[in-house]
């Protein structure tokens, strides 16, 4: 079974919000795509300002809920460039799903921490994704065994941008994973389109994780359906 996870990246909290009503109801997870302007150019919620740090730190302190909650399970992917300051805190803001990624700053702090709470009363179950760029190999994930859940190949070499062209190294490298690792989970995002979700499944992607050819469709729920129904 493969799942489509429409991925939202925006600059505010009422943007996102706005993006979760146009697919409630045809997907249950939904990936935040969190920048820093550090780790990539780009700088999405809530890195922007003060106001926005401040609606984070009610997520964080639990006084308030990510938009939506009742509807949506989150994953957030985190390109940061201190990501071992941010990991736990996105785990109390309710994430359910937290991905790194292998070649930045401060990761193996961030997986360690991740993984050391394992079996806490109110903090898991969270599973660690490690996102891999797409010019990478599998022995990249080797410093990182036992501490992930799930592997994240990104389909684009430019990160933290929506809509650009899909990275053929990316098919290559989800080929090359699900031989190594055949009973993992691989998802890939970042380029997924209409034109390449098959392969992609083929190759053995369990999960894509789609981003504008959702939210620039004008019925994003229709887009969905019909990427599902090309993979099938």
């Known amino acids: 079974m493969i799942e489509i996870i429409p991925?939202?990246?925006?600059?505010?909290?009422?943007?996102?919000?706005?993006q979760l009503v146009r697919v409630r109801g045809a997907a249950r997870e939904i990936q935040l795509d969190i920048a820093d302007g550090a780790y990539v150019p780009n700088r999405?919620?809530?890195?922007?300002?003060?106001?926005?740090?401040?609606?984070?730190?009610?997520?964080?302190?639990?006084?308030?809920?990510?938009p939506m909650w009742e509807d949506f399970d989150f994953q957030?992917?985190?390109?940061?460039?201190?990501?071992?300051?941010?990991?736990?805190?996105?785990v109390s803001a309710g994430a359910t799903r937290i991905i790194l990624h292998a070649d930045s700053e401060g990761v193996?702090?961030?997986?360690?921490?991740?993984?050391?709470?394992?079996?806490?009363?109110?903090?898991?179950?969270?599973?660690?994704?490690?996102?891999?760029?797409?010019?990478?190999?599998?022995?990249?994930?080797?410093?990182?065994?036992?501490?992930?859940?799930f592997v994240q190949v990104m389909g684009i070499e430019k990160i933290g941008f929506q809509g650009q062209l899909f990275d053929e190294r990316a098919h290559t490298l989800v080929s090359q994973?699900?031989?190594?690792?055949?009973?993992?989970?691989?998802?890939?995002?970042?380029?997924?389109?209409?034109?390449?979700?098959?392969?992609?499944?083929?190759?053995?992607?369990?999960?894509?994780?789609?981003?504008?050819?959702?939210f620039k469709s004008d019925v994003p729920k229709a887009a969905i359906e019909e990427l599902l129904r090309e993979i099938e």
Request: proline share 5%; no cysteine; hydrophobic share 45%.
């Open 7 to 18: 991925a939202i990246l925006e600059d505010s909290l009422a943007d996102i919000e706005r």
């Open 44 to 66: 999405t919620w809530p890195f922007g300002n003060a106001t926005e740090r401040a609606e984070f730190e009610l997520l964080v302190s639990q006084q308030e809920g990510l």
């Open 76 to 90: 957030v992917d985190l390109m940061l460039q201190n990501p071992e300051a941010h990991a736990l805190r996105w």
């Open 108 to 149: 193996f702090e961030a997986a360690r921490a991740l993984s050391g709470t394992r079996g806490e009363q109110n903090i898991f179950p969270t599973e660690v994704g490690i996102a891999l760029a797409s010019d990478a190999s599998p022995d990249n994930l080797e410093p990182f065994r036992g501490l992930y859940d």
């Open 177 to 214: 994973l699900r031989a190594a690792l055949p009973d993992s989970t691989i998802q890939v995002d970042g380029g997924v389109t209409l034109r390449n979700v098959r392969a992609l499944a083929q190759a053995g992607a369990n999960r894509l994780v789609v981003g504008s050819a959702i």
